[in-house]
């Protein structure tokens, strides 16, 4: 296993230096020319009109999300009060209650 490995280090060695300068010249300036089209095509797509209008549409979606979810907040919300209303017109109509078996027990007890 450990041959094999030298042996292929070795063999990628020789193969390196076998490029002329000229060749490893160019192969950079190849890299170099497809980063600098890379870099144009990435501007070119930030700037499309699709993108853009992707961006309104996001934009649009969001807002529509947002609409919803007040509309639903504000349900929600007047739910809960009226829920909490009805609860406490329940405890003081048990209250009520409650005293006046007290009342009636306490004047039972006096008799």
């Known amino acids: 296993m450990r041959h094999a490995i030298v042996i292929s280090l070795a063999v990628a060695g020789l193969a390196l230096t ?4 000229s060749e490893q010249a160019q192969t950079g300036e190849h890299a170099k020319a497809a980063a600098a089209k890379i870099g144009e095509a990435t501007k070119e797509v930030a700037t499309s009109p699709e993108m853009k209008e992707l961006g309104t549409d996001v934009k649009e ?9 007040k509309d639903a907040l504000t349900t929600a919300g007047a739910e809960l009060k009226a829920g909490a209303a009805k609860a406490g017109d329940k405890a003081q109509d ?7 078996k007290i009342d009636k027990a ?6």
């Open 106 to 111: 306490a004047a039972d007890a006096r008799k």
């Open 18 to 21: 076998a490029c002329s300068k």
């Open 94 to 100: 048990a209250a009520a209650t409650a005293d006046a």
């Open 61 to 69: 979606g969001a807002a529509e999300a947002g609409a919803v979810a």
